[in-house]
Nanobody, 123 residues
Framework: QVQLVESGGGSVLTGGSLRLSCAAS????????MGWFRQAPGNEREGVAA????????VYADSVKGRFTISRDSAKSTVYLQMNSLKPEDTAMYYC????????????????WGQGTQVTVSS
């Protein structure tokens, strides 16, 4: 069954860190680009980071470059988002998503989505 399950969200102070995890079914993990998106109340969903099938290529939104790192562990079928130097504007629901065929040049056409995990950053 196609499934993406996020975990690791929580509440932190400005400057803190969190690591989000996305456990994917084996089928998804093997063949899909994986991405992290976020949506704050009243805002549209935006792409944050994405990683290629083999993990050799990554892309980031300008707003998180240098602070967030996406990675994947194929053996565990898990994708991670390490978030450092968090800011209040990073507060949002974070979603894991998968896309096949894998094309990192666009934040669109993601086929599978998780339920999300909440990240709250307070000053």
């Amino acid at each position: 069954q196609v499934q993406l399950v996020e975990s690791g969200g929580g509440s932190v102070l400005t400057g803190g860190s969190l690591r989000l995890s996305c456990a994917a079914s084996r089928y998804i993990s093997r063949s899909n680009c994986m991405g992290w998106f976020r949506q704050a109340p009243g805002n549209e969903r935006e792409g944050v980071a994405a990683i290629s099938t083999g993990g050799e290529r990554t892309v980031y939104a300008d707003s998180v470059k240098g602070r967030f790192t996406i990675s994947r562990d194929s053996a565990k079928s898990t994708v991670y988002l390490q978030m450092n130097s968090l800011k209040p504007e990073d507060t949002a629901m974070y979603y894991c998503a998968a896309k096949l065929p894998c094309a990192l040049g666009s934040w669109s056409d993601y086929n599978y989505w998780g339920q999300g995990t909440q990240v709250t950053v307070s000053s």
